[in-house]
Protein backbone atom coordinates (compact mmCIF):
# COMPACT_ATOMS: atom_id res chain seq x y z
CA UNK A 1 0.00 0.00 0.00
CA UNK A 2 1.22 3.42 -0.89
CA UNK A 3 3.10 5.24 1.93
CA UNK A 4 0.16 8.07 3.39
CA UNK A 5 2.69 10.07 4.44
CA UNK A 6 4.20 10.68 0.87
CA UNK A 7 2.86 13.60 -1.28
CA UNK A 8 0.69 12.30 -4.30
CA UNK A 9 0.28 14.76 -7.62
CA UNK A 10 -0.67 12.67 -10.63
CA UNK A 11 -3.54 12.95 -13.16
CA UNK A 12 -5.36 9.57 -13.37
CA UNK A 13 -7.24 8.59 -16.21
CA UNK A 14 -10.71 6.92 -16.14
CA UNK A 15 -10.61 3.57 -18.02
CA UNK A 16 -14.64 3.63 -18.43
CA UNK A 17 -14.08 7.09 -20.51
CA UNK A 18 -10.17 7.93 -20.65
CA UNK A 19 -11.23 11.55 -22.28
CA UNK A 20 -11.98 11.73 -18.14
CA UNK A 21 -9.13 12.74 -15.63
CA UNK A 22 -8.77 13.14 -12.16
CA UNK A 23 -5.95 15.23 -10.41
CA UNK A 24 -4.74 13.33 -7.37
CA UNK A 25 -3.27 16.23 -5.14
CA UNK A 26 -2.64 15.31 -1.40
CA UNK A 27 -0.72 18.45 -0.52
CA UNK A 28 -3.94 20.52 -1.34
CA UNK A 29 -5.75 18.81 0.97
CA UNK A 30 -2.96 20.65 3.36
CA UNK A 31 -3.93 24.07 2.63
CA UNK A 32 -5.44 26.60 4.97
CA UNK A 33 -9.05 26.78 4.72
CA UNK A 34 -11.54 27.46 7.46
CA UNK A 35 -13.47 24.40 9.02
CA UNK A 36 -17.06 24.34 8.43
CA UNK A 37 -19.24 22.06 10.59
CA UNK A 38 -21.63 19.66 8.45
CA UNK A 39 -25.37 21.11 8.70
CA UNK A 40 -27.00 19.06 11.02
CA UNK A 41 -29.39 16.30 9.72
CA UNK A 42 -33.13 16.26 10.24
CA UNK A 43 -33.23 13.04 12.34
CA UNK A 44 -37.20 13.51 12.77
CA UNK A 45 -38.93 10.84 12.51
CA UNK A 46 -42.85 12.94 11.31
CA UNK A 47 -42.69 15.92 10.75
CA UNK A 48 -46.85 17.34 10.78
CA UNK A 49 -46.07 20.01 7.58
CA UNK A 50 -43.61 17.49 5.45
CA UNK A 51 -45.61 16.91 2.05
CA UNK A 52 -43.44 13.28 2.33
CA UNK A 53 -44.74 12.41 5.55
CA UNK A 54 -47.55 9.82 6.54
CA UNK A 55 -50.88 11.39 7.21
CA UNK A 56 -49.93 14.58 4.69
CA UNK A 57 -50.61 12.28 1.44
CA UNK A 58 -53.37 15.19 0.46
CA UNK A 59 -50.19 17.40 0.30
CA UNK A 60 -48.95 15.49 -2.89
CA UNK A 61 -50.21 15.02 -6.41
CA UNK A 62 -52.21 11.58 -6.07
CA UNK A 63 -50.36 8.03 -5.48
CA UNK A 64 -48.47 6.86 -8.75
CA UNK A 65 -47.59 3.54 -7.21
CA UNK A 66 -46.88 1.86 -3.64
CA UNK A 67 -45.55 -0.65 -1.84
CA UNK A 68 -46.76 -2.86 -0.37
CA UNK A 69 -50.01 -1.00 -1.13
CA UNK A 70 -51.65 2.93 -1.29
CA UNK A 71 -53.23 2.39 2.40
CA UNK A 72 -50.11 0.93 4.64
CA UNK A 73 -47.15 2.12 1.93
CA UNK A 74 -43.81 2.19 2.80
CA UNK A 75 -42.48 3.51 -0.32
CA UNK A 76 -44.69 5.48 -2.36
CA UNK A 77 -44.30 7.54 -5.87
CA UNK A 78 -45.70 10.46 -6.76
CA UNK A 79 -44.88 13.33 -9.84
CA UNK A 80 -42.73 15.91 -8.98
CA UNK A 81 -44.49 19.06 -8.37
CA UNK A 82 -41.94 21.05 -9.96
CA UNK A 83 -40.67 18.63 -12.82
CA UNK A 84 -37.75 19.45 -14.89
CA UNK A 85 -39.33 17.40 -17.90
CA UNK A 86 -43.30 16.82 -18.71
CA UNK A 87 -45.24 15.49 -20.96
CA UNK A 88 -47.53 18.61 -21.08
CA UNK A 89 -45.75 20.14 -24.03
CA UNK A 90 -46.72 20.67 -27.64
CA UNK A 91 -44.18 22.62 -28.92
CA UNK A 92 -42.02 21.27 -32.07
CA UNK A 93 -38.21 20.41 -32.24
CA UNK A 94 -36.87 24.08 -33.25
CA UNK A 95 -33.28 24.46 -35.63
CA UNK A 96 -32.30 28.08 -36.24
CA UNK A 97 -28.81 27.98 -37.53
CA UNK A 98 -26.53 26.22 -35.02
CA UNK A 99 -28.93 26.42 -32.67
CA UNK A 100 -30.96 23.53 -31.92
CA UNK A 101 -33.54 22.43 -29.57
CA UNK A 102 -36.29 19.60 -28.87
CA UNK A 103 -39.10 19.53 -27.15
CA UNK A 104 -38.53 19.07 -23.09
CA UNK A 105 -41.06 15.52 -22.97
CA UNK A 106 -40.31 13.55 -20.21
CA UNK A 107 -41.20 12.21 -17.19
CA UNK A 108 -40.33 13.46 -13.66
CA UNK A 109 -41.31 11.67 -10.40
CA UNK A 110 -40.73 11.78 -6.65
CA UNK A 111 -40.21 8.01 -4.71
CA UNK A 112 -40.36 8.68 -1.14
CA UNK A 113 -37.91 6.38 0.24
CA UNK A 114 -39.48 5.80 3.47
CA UNK A 115 -42.52 6.63 6.10
CA UNK A 116 -39.39 8.04 8.53
CA UNK A 117 -38.81 11.37 7.94
CA UNK A 118 -34.90 11.59 8.57
CA UNK A 119 -33.73 8.06 8.16
CA UNK A 120 -30.40 7.49 6.14
CA UNK A 121 -30.20 4.78 4.16
CA UNK A 122 -27.52 2.77 6.20
CA UNK A 123 -30.13 2.78 9.24
CA UNK A 124 -33.14 1.13 6.47
CA UNK A 125 -33.68 -2.28 7.22
CA UNK A 126 -32.40 -4.61 4.01
CA UNK A 127 -35.50 -5.42 3.67
CA UNK A 128 -36.62 -2.21 3.27
CA UNK A 129 -33.82 -0.96 1.00
CA UNK A 130 -35.00 -4.37 -0.94
CA UNK A 131 -38.40 -2.97 -1.45
CA UNK A 132 -37.11 0.49 -2.11
CA UNK A 133 -34.54 -1.28 -5.21
CA UNK A 134 -38.08 -2.92 -6.23
CA UNK A 135 -39.54 0.18 -6.98
CA UNK A 136 -36.25 1.34 -8.74
CA UNK A 137 -36.70 -1.51 -11.07
CA UNK A 138 -40.66 -1.26 -11.30
CA UNK A 139 -40.79 2.55 -12.58
CA UNK A 140 -37.74 2.43 -14.79
CA UNK A 141 -39.83 -0.61 -16.62
CA UNK A 142 -43.34 1.43 -16.39
CA UNK A 143 -41.72 4.94 -17.76
CA UNK A 144 -40.15 2.87 -20.63
CA UNK A 145 -43.56 0.79 -21.80
CA UNK A 146 -45.12 4.53 -21.48
CA UNK A 147 -43.49 6.56 -24.50
CA UNK A 148 -41.19 5.07 -26.78
CA UNK A 149 -40.00 8.31 -27.16
CA UNK A 150 -37.93 7.79 -24.16
CA UNK A 151 -34.19 6.97 -24.20
CA UNK A 152 -33.56 6.93 -20.78
CA UNK A 153 -34.59 6.60 -17.47
CA UNK A 154 -32.43 7.81 -14.89
CA UNK A 155 -32.63 7.14 -11.07
CA UNK A 156 -31.30 9.25 -8.24
CA UNK A 157 -30.79 10.33 -5.18
CA UNK A 158 -30.33 13.59 -3.31
CA UNK A 159 -29.12 13.45 0.37
CA UNK A 160 -28.59 16.85 2.38
CA UNK A 161 -28.50 20.57 1.09
CA UNK A 162 -24.83 20.31 -0.41
CA UNK A 163 -25.94 17.67 -2.89
CA UNK A 164 -29.46 19.46 -4.01
CA UNK A 165 -31.96 18.47 -1.91
CA UNK A 166 -34.84 20.96 -1.46
CA UNK A 167 -36.85 18.35 1.19
CA UNK A 168 -35.13 16.80 3.85
CA UNK A 169 -37.34 14.11 4.40
CA UNK A 170 -35.76 10.51 2.56
CA UNK A 171 -36.71 10.48 -1.56
CA UNK A 172 -35.08 9.68 -4.59
CA UNK A 173 -36.41 10.44 -8.27
CA UNK A 174 -36.74 9.11 -11.99
CA UNK A 175 -36.98 11.31 -14.50
CA UNK A 176 -37.89 9.83 -18.44
CA UNK A 177 -36.04 11.53 -20.59
CA UNK A 178 -36.06 12.17 -24.41
CA UNK A 179 -31.82 12.22 -25.19
CA UNK A 180 -29.25 9.53 -23.42
CA UNK A 181 -27.23 12.23 -20.99
CA UNK A 182 -23.68 12.76 -21.65
CA UNK A 183 -21.85 10.63 -19.20
CA UNK A 184 -23.95 7.68 -19.83
CA UNK A 185 -23.27 8.02 -23.66
CA UNK A 186 -20.17 8.05 -22.98
CA UNK A 187 -19.71 5.29 -20.77
CA UNK A 188 -21.59 3.13 -23.27
CA UNK A 189 -19.67 4.03 -26.21
CA UNK A 190 -16.14 3.79 -24.57
CA UNK A 191 -17.46 0.58 -23.04
CA UNK A 192 -18.14 -0.66 -26.71
CA UNK A 193 -15.03 0.21 -28.00
CA UNK A 194 -13.40 -1.78 -25.49
CA UNK A 195 -15.08 -4.76 -25.86
CA UNK A 196 -14.75 -4.17 -29.56
CA UNK A 197 -10.33 -4.53 -28.84
CA UNK A 198 -10.44 -6.99 -26.02
CA UNK A 199 -14.07 -8.98 -26.63
CA UNK A 200 -14.39 -7.92 -22.79
CA UNK A 201 -17.11 -5.70 -20.98
CA UNK A 202 -13.99 -3.38 -19.40
CA UNK A 203 -16.22 -2.84 -16.01
CA UNK A 204 -15.85 -6.88 -15.82
CA UNK A 205 -12.35 -6.26 -16.43
CA UNK A 206 -12.12 -3.55 -13.68
CA UNK A 207 -13.86 -6.13 -10.68
CA UNK A 208 -11.36 -8.92 -11.84
CA UNK A 209 -8.56 -6.92 -11.56
CA UNK A 210 -10.35 -5.00 -8.12
CA UNK A 211 -10.39 -8.85 -7.06
CA UNK A 212 -7.29 -10.59 -8.02
CA UNK A 213 -4.31 -8.14 -9.04
CA UNK A 214 -1.38 -6.81 -7.37
CA UNK A 215 2.04 -5.16 -8.38
CA UNK A 216 5.23 -3.45 -7.11
CA UNK A 217 6.12 -0.52 -9.13
CA UNK A 218 10.08 0.62 -8.27
CA UNK A 219 11.97 3.55 -9.12
CA UNK A 220 14.11 3.05 -12.32
CA UNK A 221 16.96 4.55 -10.89
CA UNK A 222 16.92 3.76 -6.80
CA UNK A 223 15.22 0.89 -7.24
CA UNK A 224 12.78 2.16 -4.53
CA UNK A 225 9.08 1.35 -4.16
CA UNK A 226 7.23 3.27 -6.00
CA UNK A 227 4.02 2.13 -5.50
CA UNK A 228 2.69 -1.57 -4.23
CA UNK A 229 -1.09 -2.40 -5.56
CA UNK A 230 -2.41 -5.23 -3.31
CA UNK A 231 -5.61 -7.45 -4.07
CA UNK A 232 -8.36 -5.80 -2.99
CA UNK A 233 -6.88 -2.90 -2.23
CA UNK A 234 -9.80 -0.78 -4.12
CA UNK A 235 -12.61 -3.09 -2.60
CA UNK A 236 -14.78 -1.39 0.05
CA UNK A 237 -17.56 -4.00 0.58
CA UNK A 238 -18.72 -7.37 -0.87
CA UNK A 239 -21.37 -9.50 -1.26
CA UNK A 240 -22.38 -12.25 -3.24
CA UNK A 241 -23.20 -11.03 -5.97
CA UNK A 242 -22.36 -7.14 -5.71
CA UNK A 243 -19.04 -5.50 -4.94
CA UNK A 244 -17.85 -2.11 -3.96
CA UNK A 245 -14.99 -0.09 -5.02
CA UNK A 246 -13.53 2.57 -4.51
CA UNK A 247 -12.21 3.88 -8.17
CA UNK A 248 -8.92 4.39 -9.06
CA UNK A 249 -9.49 7.84 -10.72
CA UNK A 250 -12.27 9.05 -7.73
CA UNK A 251 -13.79 12.44 -8.59
CA UNK A 252 -15.11 13.01 -5.59
CA UNK A 253 -12.97 12.06 -2.49
CA UNK A 254 -15.04 9.73 -1.06
CA UNK A 255 -16.62 7.87 -4.02
CA UNK A 256 -17.84 4.07 -4.31
CA UNK A 257 -19.25 2.43 -7.10
CA UNK A 258 -21.36 -0.77 -6.24
CA UNK A 259 -20.99 -3.35 -9.60
CA UNK A 260 -22.87 -6.91 -10.22
CA UNK A 261 -19.68 -9.46 -10.03
CA UNK A 262 -21.37 -11.05 -12.79
CA UNK A 263 -21.74 -9.31 -16.21
CA UNK A 264 -25.22 -7.58 -16.07
CA UNK A 265 -26.31 -4.61 -18.78
CA UNK A 266 -29.59 -3.49 -17.86
CA UNK A 267 -31.15 -2.73 -13.55
CA UNK A 268 -34.39 -4.41 -15.00
CA UNK A 269 -32.48 -8.20 -15.30
CA UNK A 270 -31.54 -8.32 -11.68
CA UNK A 271 -33.27 -11.32 -9.64
CA UNK A 272 -34.78 -11.10 -6.52
CA UNK A 273 -31.80 -12.85 -5.19
CA UNK A 274 -29.11 -10.59 -6.74
CA UNK A 275 -31.38 -7.94 -4.86
CA UNK A 276 -31.69 -8.64 -1.67
CA UNK A 277 -27.91 -8.98 -1.85
CA UNK A 278 -27.40 -5.70 -3.33
CA UNK A 279 -29.44 -4.01 -0.51
CA UNK A 280 -26.87 -5.69 1.71
CA UNK A 281 -23.97 -4.54 0.03
CA UNK A 282 -25.63 -0.51 -0.44
CA UNK A 283 -26.55 -0.75 3.61
CA UNK A 284 -23.33 -1.74 4.72
CA UNK A 285 -21.20 0.66 2.03
CA UNK A 286 -23.76 3.68 3.11
CA UNK A 287 -22.24 3.04 6.97
CA UNK A 288 -18.95 2.44 6.20
CA UNK A 289 -19.39 6.48 4.84
CA UNK A 290 -21.39 7.62 7.50
CA UNK A 291 -19.02 6.06 10.07
CA UNK A 292 -15.89 8.11 8.59
CA UNK A 293 -17.23 10.76 7.21
CA UNK A 294 -20.22 11.86 9.28
CA UNK A 295 -23.50 12.90 8.74
CA UNK A 296 -22.51 12.49 4.66
CA UNK A 297 -24.29 14.42 1.92
CA UNK A 298 -23.87 12.87 -1.64
CA UNK A 299 -25.53 11.78 -4.59
CA UNK A 300 -25.94 8.68 -6.32
CA UNK A 301 -27.21 7.76 -9.05
CA UNK A 302 -27.74 4.35 -11.20
CA UNK A 303 -26.14 3.85 -14.36
CA UNK A 304 -27.92 0.96 -16.91
CA UNK A 305 -27.93 0.34 -20.48
CA UNK A 306 -30.18 2.97 -22.76
CA UNK A 307 -33.16 1.74 -24.02
CA UNK A 308 -32.63 2.69 -28.02
CA UNK A 309 -31.61 1.16 -30.84
CA UNK A 310 -28.49 3.15 -30.98
CA UNK A 311 -26.83 1.15 -28.43
CA UNK A 312 -29.14 -2.62 -28.96
CA UNK A 313 -25.51 -4.03 -29.34
CA UNK A 314 -24.39 -3.39 -26.16
CA UNK A 315 -25.47 -5.81 -23.69
CA UNK A 316 -21.99 -7.69 -23.82
CA UNK A 317 -19.91 -4.45 -23.31
CA UNK A 318 -21.76 -2.15 -20.64
CA UNK A 319 -22.35 -2.97 -16.90
CA UNK A 320 -24.77 -1.46 -14.51
CA UNK A 321 -23.77 -0.07 -11.49
CA UNK A 322 -24.67 2.50 -9.06
CA UNK A 323 -22.37 5.68 -8.24
CA UNK A 324 -22.30 7.38 -5.16
CA UNK A 325 -20.65 10.56 -4.49
CA UNK A 326 -20.34 11.92 -1.20
CA UNK A 327 -20.30 16.06 -1.80
CA UNK A 328 -17.31 16.93 0.83
CA UNK A 329 -16.05 20.01 -0.76
CA UNK A 330 -17.42 22.03 -3.43
CA UNK A 331 -15.93 22.41 -6.92
CA UNK A 332 -13.61 25.47 -7.31
CA UNK A 333 -12.59 27.44 -10.67
CA UNK A 334 -9.60 25.21 -11.56
CA UNK A 335 -12.32 22.08 -12.11
CA UNK A 336 -15.19 24.11 -13.50
CA UNK A 337 -12.65 25.69 -16.15
CA UNK A 338 -10.51 22.50 -16.82
CA UNK A 339 -13.30 19.91 -16.25
CA UNK A 340 -10.28 18.35 -14.35
CA UNK A 341 -11.92 17.25 -11.14
CA UNK A 342 -9.41 17.33 -7.89
CA UNK A 343 -9.16 14.67 -5.00
CA UNK A 344 -7.09 15.77 -1.70
CA UNK A 345 -7.31 12.38 -0.56
CA UNK A 346 -5.83 9.32 -2.29
CA UNK A 347 -8.22 6.55 -3.31
CA UNK A 348 -5.65 4.54 -1.30
CA UNK A 349 -6.08 6.19 1.89
CA UNK A 350 -9.85 6.75 1.29
CA UNK A 351 -10.17 3.20 0.68
CA UNK A 352 -7.92 2.08 3.26
CA UNK A 353 -10.64 3.80 5.62
CA UNK A 354 -13.40 3.01 4.71
CA UNK A 355 -12.49 -1.11 4.72
CA UNK A 356 -11.53 0.07 8.68
CA UNK A 357 -14.46 1.70 9.85
CA UNK A 358 -17.58 -0.62 10.98
CA UNK A 359 -20.76 -0.37 9.23
CA UNK A 360 -22.80 -0.79 11.76
Known sequence: MTDQTET??????????????????????????????????????HVDRCPFCTGNETMTPPTVAAAPDDKHWEVRVVE????VLGDDS???????????????????????DHQEHGIAVHEMSEQHIFLLTGMYRDRIRALYAADERIQ??????????AAGASIPHTHSQVIAMPVVPEN???????????????????????????????????????GSVRRKIDVGQYVIERGRHFVAIKPF????????????????????????????DFAGVLKRTMGRLDAVIGGAQYNYFLHSIPHNNEFSDCSDSYHWHLEICPRTSIPTGFELGSGLFVSTISPEDAARQLRAANPE
Open 8 to 45: IREIRINPIVPSESVLVSTARGMRPRKDENPAPRDTRK
Open 90 to 112: TSSNLVFGLQQAIDGYGRHEVII
Open 80 to 83: NLYP
Open 184 to 222: VHNEVVHSRHYFEKNRQCVFCSLVDEALTFEATIYDRES
Open 249 to 276: ASRYEWEVHILPLQHQSDFLEISDAERR
Open 152 to 161: YVLIFKNFGP
